[in-house]
């Protein structure tokens, strides 16, 4: 398969994380919005690391690394979630308002 279908792929991806990011209240689905943005760039990384060295695998150790950040960001993501939905029973981001005085 060409490069230009991974690509396309992967942007396709990306847009739909960024607008499921922009127009999400809830922070479950912005969470999940940033998970397939990162999955998009996963999908770059691979692509473009079987197109130009195809006997190397720098793009797949990247993508592992990209891999376990984003694990753990779900992970924190979703403690801080957990805990402002034990306090505020919400998790519409319009009703955080933790950090106003």
């Known amino acids: 398969m060409q490069l230009e279908y991974f690509l396309l792929l992967a942007a396709a991806l990306f847009c739909i994380g960024v607008y499921g990011l922009v127009t999400s209240r809830n922070v479950i689905r912005v969470l999940m919005s940033i998970e397939l943005m990162l999955n998009a760039v996963n999908l770059n990384l691979m ?15 990247f993508a592992v690394f ?3 950040i984003a694990a753990a960001e779900a992970a924190v993501g979703l403690a801080i979630v957990l805990s402002i939905y034990r306090n505020r029973d919400t998790v519409d981001m319009e009703q955080f308002n933790l950090l106003k005085w």
């Open 66 to 68: 990209v891999i376990t």
């Open 47 to 61: 692509a473009f690391s079987n197109f130009l060295d195809p006997q190397g695998i720098k793009g797949q150790v």
